[in-house]
């Protein structure tokens, strides 16, 4: 039941109660490097105790949710080398390439063709050769699985794709999770609907844990902070796996460019130059992205201070933590009757949220929401 907490109490270690919160149904769309750490992470992280401190894992228990608790109950892609297969199996399929740091058991999912649409770009037509099965009714799908979140997970530039499943989950009554920057829980009009339907929505373009964005916008704001004028800043990334790849095409790129700029150029005060976007594809990075920050400015006396950053980070495990705390906010907001943008996990754990703030003020934010202080 959607509405309520599943309770089921009992008595926890140490000198309080815990409420055992039930299950989170996650279905998931586009089942590439990102899905894979996911996955991977449910397992390498599954029993971690409660007050313990784990690098990686922000919370091992979120609001009464464990990361044992996520548990996948559907998977759509379209790369015939993933559909048909168990989920387990087709995170480690061609062309996924990050990390392998967990055994993921069999888990009974099996991976359903979907409609393209333009979900594959010029460059991936070449790599990957899609399935022939019959594409899946994804709502129906969600709707027969229980499924409480659908995650999506498709590549950048699949604007027609991305709307048609957040479509999908709105029609079925499942609550959607915007990984990638088409912009849907930061859109008015795709907000208003899922206000209107009461179905919780986070996004758009999950910011990592440590990655080139939340750097960059750190790095603005205590610059701003210490009276330092910042005059222009660039970002340049490369990286190997598919989804640079596809950011070849520059045509797909429009929006991922804004979400990243925007990210950046709130943190500041005034407007200034700002270049910020994928750079280059270089195969053998594989999933591993390196970003290099270059800020200029004047602090007293109009002198001269310059930044220069290099960050070398495995691109997918690096928003999968991020992501398993996204699942478990939205959960608690169905939990708790609240539908459209959820406006503090988004501004955690997303590059273009419905409002931005500095990290340190979206996770006050977050630990409110948890607490029940905040609505969402
Ligand atoms: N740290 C990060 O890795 C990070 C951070 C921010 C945003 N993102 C975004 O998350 C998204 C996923 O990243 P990834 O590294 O997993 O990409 P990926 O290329 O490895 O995976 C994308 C998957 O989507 C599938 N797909 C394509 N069209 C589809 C359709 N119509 N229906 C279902 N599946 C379809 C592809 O076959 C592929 O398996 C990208 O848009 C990326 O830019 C990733």
Redesign the pocket.
């Known amino acids: 039941m959607k509405a309520f907490y599943r309770l089921s109490y009992f008595i926890a270690i140490k000198y309080y109660v815990v409420v055992d919160m039930g299950k989170i149904r996650v279905a998931v769309?586009?089942?590439?490097?990102?899905?894979?750490?996911l996955i991977q992470g449910i397992y390498y992280y599954r029993g971690a105790p409660d007050d313990s401190d784990i690098p990686g894992l922000l919370y091992p228990n979120f609001g009464g949710y464990r990361v044992e608790d996520i548990e996948f109950v559907a998977a759509?892609?379209?790369?015939a080398e993933?559909v048909g297969k168990d989920l387990s199996e087709a995170i480690f399929a061609y062309?996924?390439n990050?990390r392998r740091f967990a055994e993921v058991p069999r888990l009974g999912v099996t991976v359903m063709n979907?409609?393209?649409?333009?979900?594959?770009g010029r460059y991936?037509k070449d790599i990957?050769k899609l399935s022939d099965e019959p594409p899946a009714d994804v709502a129906q799908v969600l709707k027969d699985t229980k499924a409480d979140i659908l995650v999506?997970?498709?590549?950048?530039?699949?604007e027609e794709?991305v709307r048609?499943?957040a479509a999908q989950a709105l029609e079925a009554g499942c609550a959607f999770v915007n990984?990638?920057?088409v912009f849907i829980a930061s859109d008015p009009v795709w907000a208003k609907k899922f206000e209107d339907r009461r179905i919780p929505v986070a996004g758009d373009?999950?910011?990592?844990q440590l990655?080139a964005?939340v750097l960059h916008k750190t790095i603005v704001k205590l610059l701003e902070e210490r009276g330092v004028r910042i005059e222009e800043t660039y970002q340049l990334n490369v990286g190997g796996?598919?989804?640079f790849?596809?950011?070849l095409e520059r045509e797909r790129l429009a929006s991922?460019e804004v979400s990243k700029t925007m990210a950046v150029q709130k943190m500041a005060g005034h407007e200034f130059p700002v270049k910020i976007g994928p750079s280059d594809y270089i195969p053998f990075l594989e999933?591993r992205?390196i970003c290099y920050i270059w800020i200029r400015g004047k602090h007293f006396g109009d002198t001269p201070i310059s930044i220069d950053v290099k960050l070398s980070?495995w691109?997918?495990?690096?928003?999968?933590g991020v992501v398993i705390d996204v699942i478990r906010a939205v959960k608690i907001a169905l939990d708790r009757g609240v539908g459209g943008p959820l406006t503090s996990i988004s501004a955690w754990g997303f590059?273009h949220p419905p409002v931005h703030a500095p990290a340190s003020v979206a996770r006050q934010w977050v630990e409110e929401f948890i607490k029940g202080a905040r609505e969402r």
């Open positions: 769309a586009g089942v590439g490097n990102c899905c894979s750490a759509f892609d379209v790369n993933k062309p996924n990050t979907a409609p393209v649409m333009d979900g594959i991936l990957i999506n997970y498709l590549p950048v530039g699949s794709a048609w499943y990984c990638m920057p373009d999950i910011q990592s990655g964005t796996d598919t989804d790849l596809n950011m991922k999933n992205k980070v691109d997918a495990p690096n928003s999968a590059k």
